[in-house]
């Protein structure tokens, strides 16, 4: 695919034929003999560097686990259960090797249970931390949100290990859950797993997915509908430097009628070698006649040398749908852009500063947690600092996308990005 050129695709789904198997999305098994070693030629591995995990295909791990800190609002209780246990709590199984090896390794699971008819006080905040690449940690957390019930989570990754993660959200009928989950490992870091939501009848789940540090991230993120009426939007940011490889796959499973999914993942690059990759596969079966679904990924290229894949999918079964679409850009700083900005007084660092916070806004302010907001802007200006610049003495930017620059920037950037070659 041209790297400059948008791809807007609507299908026409009259003519659809029914999908008997797809290479996309393997089979889940807690049962690692249904997902043997892979040698890379597979569609779902072909973009993963595999000798940078570490062994995270085969290692049964070091036995340490990372550093944990809990912020628990009242009312919500923390228990370790067995694997065994953790299975029958209706959570999306391993879709990989790596998610299956994290079940299997990790010595049970961390259960987080929101009572029913619940609505948390404050969010539910897990701080990891990493002491050293040489641990291989394997990790399984359940969050099982009752009926009805409204809560916020936010695990954040930081410090360094060669970690395999498996996190399984369960939201009953009727549940609003907002989840955030942040990769800001060191840069030997190497994090690989999976993130599944299972949506219950009538329920709301809105995740957020950022990624910043490590060698090597690699998530694969699931949702599936126990109901129908279940809605989820997947946000994502990831921001890849010199060498760094991050890689995010979505599944999402239209498993029931009446259904709604939203997919918005946006990237920046910069540095020789820095590479991402976005696969979003959305799978509309059958029995899932009236949903509407549309997924988007954007990528900004900051330098020469960068490389961004993105691979959207669509797998249709019923032609009774709402609507169905995809869309993919990558791109450069546009130089009208630039030259607008600083044809008002704003030097070419700043303008360029701005134009990234403008592209980024729209995903930080959905994460609802101040605190975390500005941790994350703190972020991007670190990473910003290595090859766009920053002026000295230069106040942060707003995160609500109706501040005086980031609506403008953010619409010039949308603007920019999807104008065709």
Known sequence: MNPNVSVDTRPNVAGAVETIASHLHPTPSYDLADHPVPHGREEVWR???????RGLLEAEGTGTKLTQELSLPVGVTVNRITTKEARTLGGHAPGDRIAAMAAEHAGGAVLFEVPGNLELNGPIIVDLTGRSAEDVVHDHMVFLIGRHAKARIVIQHQGSATYAGLIQVVAKDGSDVSFVSIADWADDAVHAGQVSFTVGRDAQVRSVAVSLGGDLVRIAETAEYAGPGGSIDQFGLYFADAGQHIEHRLFVDHNAPHTRSNVDYRGALQGKGAHTVWVGD????????????????????????????????????????????HASTTGRF???????????????????????HGFFADIIR?????EVEERLLEAIEAELEAHVGVPENTEPLPTEADGPNADTIKADTDENLTKEA
């Open 366 to 370: 959905r994460i609802g947690v101040r």
């Open 334 to 356: 546009d130089d009208e852009q630039l030259f607008y900005l600083r044809s008002r007084g704003i030097d070419e660092a700043e303008a360029r500063r701005l134009v990234v």
């Open 47 to 53: 973009f993963t560097p595999l000798r940078r995990l």
């Open 282 to 325: 959305v799978l509309i079966r059958k029995v899932a006649e009236g949903i509407e679904t549309y997924e988007s990924n954007k990528n900004l290229l900051l330098t020469d040398g960068c490389k961004a894949d993105s691979v959207p999918n669509l797998e249709i079964e019923t032609g009774e749908i709402e609507g169905a679409g």
